[in-house]
């Protein structure tokens, strides 16, 4: 057994919630489509592919994923995704090589296939509400999306759509 590896006993008596992400552990090719500018009007798209890889900590309250865009310009995101269980709730972080800071966290919980997480934070200075969804209906081949609302949830912009899917052994 790997030092990374939850013992099934434990990560067994974990509440309900707690196993929302256990679908995403291991090794995943990303295939990324983001907006070139956003909250500009842009309809301008980017897309590439990165190399993913997550894996469960805290004896499974939580988990870390990592993924590094190599080649021009080099770029590394993780995730830091923390259940709380007084709440039920995920806290999802997230911090990147652009500047190596913690963003605010993002709030919520999985219904059924779908998880929602909403929190604030500012783009360019300009305050914004971000979600996320993430859609599990087929846990081999996961989306997540990202979208900003700088009109306090009037409007929203989707400016990032991530497809998961296993590597090629």
């Keep these: 057994m790997s030092l990374f590896t939850i013992p099934a006993d434990i990560h067994a008596t974990l509440p309900e919630g707690a196993h929302d992400f256990d679908f995403l552990q291991g090794d995943w ?41 190599t080649g021009d310009t080099f770029f590394e995101g993780v995730s830091l995704r ?47 509400k971000v979600v996320f969804r993430w859609d599990k209906t087929d846990p081999q081949n996961p989306t997540w999306e990202q979208a900003f609302s700088a009109d306090n949830e009037r409007t929203w912009e989707t400016n990032w759509i991530m497809n998961f899917r296993r590597p090629q052994p």
């Design 29 to 69: 090719i990303i295939h990324h489509r983001r907006l070139k500018e956003r909250l500009a009007g842009s309809n301008e798209w980017e897309e590439f592919e990165t190399p993913a890889v997550m894996q469960l900590i805290l004896g499974g309250l939580g988990n870390i994923d990592q993924c590094r865009i």
């Design 82 to 128: 923390l259940f709380d269980t007084a709440d039920g709730l995920w806290r999802i972080y997230w911090t990147d090589s652009t500047g190596a800071r913690l963003f605010p966290p993002l709030i919520g919980a999985f219904t059924g296939a779908i998880g929602i997480f909403r929190g604030d934070d500012e783009h360019l200075g300009t305050p914004v």
